[in-house]
C-alpha cells in the first residue's frame, strides 16, 4: 500500500515520565522520537513495527494511542479501532478518552467508505486547536487536603468552644479552660481557613490551567496531538 503524504503528528502527553527520569520511559521516549523521524520520512511501517517492539517490552498506555494512530494511516481501520479500544480500557483521562472515541470514529466512517479513485493529493489545512480546561490529579489531591483541613479545623474549633462551655470545678480551673478555649478556637479557624485557601488554589489551577486538543491530518488522514498549556 502507498504510504499517504500527511504526516502524522504524535505528541505523547499520556507519558509518564516522572523528575528523576526512569529507564523505562527514557526508553520508550527515544522510540516515540524515532517513530516521529519515521512519520516525517512517511515510513509508517518502521513506525508500527517500532511501536510493536517498544510496546512488547514496556507496555504503556500512550503507545497504544499511538499504535492506533499509525494502523488508521496505514488503512487497517480494524486494527486500529483495537489499539483504540485497548488504549481505552486503561482508564486514560477525560480528554484523552474523548480523543480515543472520536479516533474510532474515524475509523469506522473511513472503513464505510468506498476505495477513493486516483486523483492528485491535495493539500488541507488542519483546524486550529482547542484549549479545554483538565482536571487532573493534582487538582484532586488538592482540594482532599485542603477540605481535609477545613473539616480537622472545624473539629478542633468546635472541640474548643464547647470546652469553654464546661462550667464545672473551680474557678481557676474554669478560666483555664476558658484560655485554652480561646486557644483552640483561634487555631481551628485558622486550620479551616488555610484549607480553603488550597480549595481556592486548586480551583484557580483547574480555571487557568488548559489542555490543548488538536486534530491533526485531513479527511482522509487523522491524527490527534495531545498537549498541556497553561
Not at 526512569?22 to 512517511?42: F, M, T
Not at 486547536?129 to 477540605?147: C, E, F, N, Q, S
Not at 464545672?168 to 486557644?183: F, I, Q, V
Amino acid at each position: 500500500m502507498m504510504l499517504r503524504s500527511t504526516l502524522l503528528v504524535l505528541a505523547c502527553a499520556t507519558a509518564t515520565a516522572v523528575a528523576d527520569g526512569k529507564r523505562e520511559d527514557r526508553i520508550v521516549d527515544d522510540a516515540l522520537a524515532r517513530v516521529r523521524d519515521h512519520l516525517a520520512n512517511q515510513d509508517l511501517t518502521a513506525a508500527r513495527a517500532l511501536l510493536l517492539d517498544t510496546y512488547a517490552k514496556h507496555p504503556r498506555p500512550d503507545l497504544l494511542f499511538a499504535l492506533g494512530q499509525v494502523e488508521l494511516n496505514l488503512g487497517n481501520y480494524a486494527e486500529a479501532i483495537d489499539y483504540y479500544e485497548r488504549f481505552l480500557a486503561t482508564n486514560p483521562s477525560s480528554e484523552q478518552a474523548a480523543l480515543a472515541q472520536q479516533a474510532i470514529g474515524a475509523a469506522r466512517g473511513l472503513a464505510d467508505q468506498p476505495a477513493p479513485a486516483s486523483s492528485p493529493p491535495t493539500a488541507t489545512t488542519p483546524p486550529p486547536p482547542r484549549l479545554v480546561r483538565d482536571w487532573d490529579g493534582l487538582t484532586t489531591a488538592l482540594v482532599v487536603i485542603g477540605g481535609t483541613a477545613a473539616l480537622a479545623g472545624g473539629g478542633v474549633a468546635g472541640y474548643g468552644y464547647h470546652l469553654g462551655r464546661d462550667r464545672s470545678g473551680t474557678l481557676s480551673d474554669y478560666d483555664a479552660r476558658l484560655d485554652r478555649s480561646r486557644t483552640l478556637q483561634r487555631a481551628g479557624v485558622a486550620i479551616s481557613a488555610g484549607g480553603a485557601l488550597v480549595i481556592g488554589a486548586a480551583l484557580v489551577r483547574w480555571g487557568v490551567r488548559r489542555v490543548e486538543v488538536a486534530p491533526v491530518g485531513g479527511p482522509e488522514v487523522v491524527g490527534l496531538a495531545l498537549g498541556h498549556r497553561w
